[in-house]
Nanobody, 131 residues
Framework: QVQLVESGGGSVQAGGSLKLSCTVSGDTFDYCMGWFRQAPGKEREGVAIAYAQLNTKYYADTVKGRFTISQDDARNTVDLEMNLLQPEDAGMYYC?????????????????????????WGQGTQVTVVS
């Protein structure tokens, strides 16, 4: 029911910036939206989570202070602004959504590590960082 389409990936020099967008369609009431990434040979990891009902956001320690997740209601998008990109930030970035987000309560922060809980995924957009 919820459909997600990522865009904005590309190649950027180390220290540069890139903004990813996730176009959302469908009913996302009480959903948490997230950005995940996966590098070759590594597990998919949570990057950022947004819970609009409480206007709360959660970030992986590795991206805190550099990445910002936001929701643009006018464009129906969930964006990820990435600054000071490093080679370890490279990978396929995915937009995802999980329902019944209110039920997680204080565990919402753990959604960064609960990849399997997310029921809707985009196709991914590639981010390459060159030095």
């Amino acid at each position: 029911q919820v459909q997600l389409v990522e865009s904005g990936g590309g190649s950027v020099q180390a220290g540069g910036s890139l903004k990813l967008s996730c176009t959302v369609s469908g009913d996302t009431f009480d959903y948490c939206m997230g950005w995940f990434r996966q590098a070759p040979g590594k597990e998919r990891e949570g990057v950022a989570i947004a819970y609009a009902q409480l206007n709360t956001k959660y970030y992986a320690d590795t991206v805190k202070g550099r990445f910002t997740i936001s929701q643009d209601d006018a464009r129906n998008t969930v964006d990820l602004e990435m600054n000071l990109l490093q080679p370890e930030d490279a990978g396929m970035y995915y937009c995802a959504a999980v329902s019944r987000c209110a039920s997680y309560s204080y565990l919402r922060v753990e959604l960064l590590r609960r990849v399997a809980d997310f029921g809707a995924w985009g196709q991914g957009t590639q981010v390459t960082v060159v030095s």
